[in-house]
């Protein structure tokens, strides 16, 4: 961000990559929160897929996902569900 402010268009992983070669570390002042908490008593869900991703007819079988993104404006959470038969 430093760099972005000086003028220089410059991308994360290449600003890493170049501090990388050179033996240059990030200073931490952030620490990362933990939001799961792993040791709970409740159960988790089946897998009933079983690596079956192909469905017979719509709303048969559903699949998702969460991904995270980084922003300039920080953490862009992403979550996808679709129908496994129509792809949508």
């Known amino acids: ?3 972005r402010e000086a003028g220089l268009d410059v991308g994360e992983r290449r600003v890493g990559r170049l501090m ?6 990030p200073v931490r ?3 990362h929160k933990v939001t799961t908490d792993s040791r ?4 988790f869900a089946d897998n009933i ?14 699949a998702g996902d969460i ?5 300039s404006e920080g953490w862009l959470y ?3 569900v679709i129908d496994l038969f129509s792809r949508q």
């Open 1 to 3: 961000m430093e760099l």
């Open 20 to 25: 990388k070669a050179n033996g240059i570390r």
């Open 29 to 31: 002042t952030r620490r």
């Open 40 to 43: 709970h008593s409740l159960g």
């Open 49 to 62: 897929l079983d690596g079956d991703f192909l469905a017979d007819a719509p709303n048969r079988k559903w």
């Open 67 to 71: 991904s995270y993104i980084w922003t």
């Open 78 to 80: 992403l979550a996808v």
